[in-house]
C-alpha cells in the first residue's frame, strides 16, 4: 500500500535561517513519482516539484533544493535562508505508475518563519 | 500561463440541500479530478474522471457524490444531499495524460463548501 508520512507537524524557525521539511513514503510498485506542494494562507496548492523514481538526482531550484533517497524512501526537502513569505504548509505526495492515478497526501508540515 | 478555474471560491449551503461545485480545467487536459480537504488536515482523493467516465473513486465518494463534464469544458461535482462532515475545501485539477504517464497535475484554487 502506498503511504506518506510527514512526521514534522509544525516547524519554527527565524528568518534566514534554513529548514529542512521530511518526507517518507511507502510503495511497492518500482515507478512512482513524488511531489511537493505549498499551500500558503490563502488556501490554493502550488506545485513545487515532481521527480520520477527513475531520477535520483537532487535539485535545486532558487533556494529550494529537494534530497530524494531511494535507499531510505525520503524525498526531503530544504529552504535556504527562510523568508517569511515562505510561511505556509508543505506536503509531499506520492503517485505510483500502473492502475492507479491518484496523488496520495502526507499529512502536511506547517512551516512558521519569524522575521 | 493557463490555469484550472473553480466556481464559486465559498459556498455556504444547509444541510441537505444539493451543491454543484464548477470547474473549468485546463482545455487540452485530458484527466480530470477532484480532492478535498477538510480544514486542517490533509488532502483526500476523491475521483479521477477519464474518457467521460469515473476511472477510479476513494471510499469518500459514495453514492451522494457524482461528476459530470456536461459541455466539453466544465467538470463538476455534485453533492446530493449535503451533510455537515462534507464542509471542507474542494479542489479540481487537471492534467494532459495523467499522472501515471508523468504529465503534472494542476490543481484549481479550491471552493471553500460549508455546510450549516
Known amino acids: 500500500a502506498q503511504k506518506v508520512t510527514q512526521a514534522q507537524t509544525e516547524i519554527s524557525v527565524v528568518e534566514k535561517e534554513d529548514v529542512t521539511l521530511d518526507c517518507v513514503y511507502e510503495?511497492?510498485?518500482?515507478?512512482?513519482?513524488l511531489f511537493w506542494y505549498k499551500q500558503p494562507p490563502s488556501g490554493e496548492l502550488v506545485f513545487l516539484i515532481r521527480r520520477n523514481s527513475f531520477d535520483e538526482q537532487n535539485e535545486i531550484s532558487g533556494r529550494y533544493s529537494w534530497n530524494f533517497q531511494k535507499s531510505t524512501s525520503s524525498f526531503n526537502f530544504t529552504i535556504t535562508a527562510s523568508q517569511v513569505v515562505d510561511s505556509a504548509v508543505y506536503f509531499c505526495?506520492?503517485?505510483?505508475?500502473?492502475?492507479?492515478?491518484?496523488?496520495?497526501f502526507g499529512t502536511g508540515t506547517r512551516l512558521q518563519v519569524f522575521p | 500561463e493557463p490555469e484550472v478555474t473553480q466556481t464559486p471560491s465559498h459556498q455556504v449551503t444547509q444541510m441537505g440541500q444539493e451543491v454543484i461545485l464548477r470547474c473549468v480545467p485546463i482545455s487540452n487536459h485530458l484527466y480530470f479530478y477532484w480532492y478535498r480537504q477538510i480544514l486542517g488536515q490533509k488532502v483526500e482523493f476523491l475521483v479521477s474522471f477519464y474518457n467521460n467516465e469515473i476511472s477510479e473513486k476513494s471510499e469518500i465518494f459514495d453514492d451522494q457524490f457524482s461528476v459530470e463534464r456536461p459541455d466539453g469544458s466544465n467538470f463538476t461535482l455534485k453533492i446530493r444531499s449535503t451533510k455537515l462532515e462534507d464542509s471542507a475545501m474542494y479542489f479540481c485539477?487537471?492534467?494532459?495524460?495523467?499522472?501515471?504517464?508523468?504529465?503534472?497535475?494542476?490543481f484549481g484554487n479550491g471552493t471553500r463548501l460549508t455546510v450549516t
Open positions: 485539477a487537471s492534467s494532459q495524460q495523467g499522472v501515471t504517464n508523468n504529465s503534472p497535475l494542476h
Open positions: 510503495t511497492r510498485d518500482t515507478t512512482y513519482y
Open positions: 505526495a506520492l503517485s505510483e505508475r500502473g492502475d492507479t492515478d491518484k496523488l496520495i
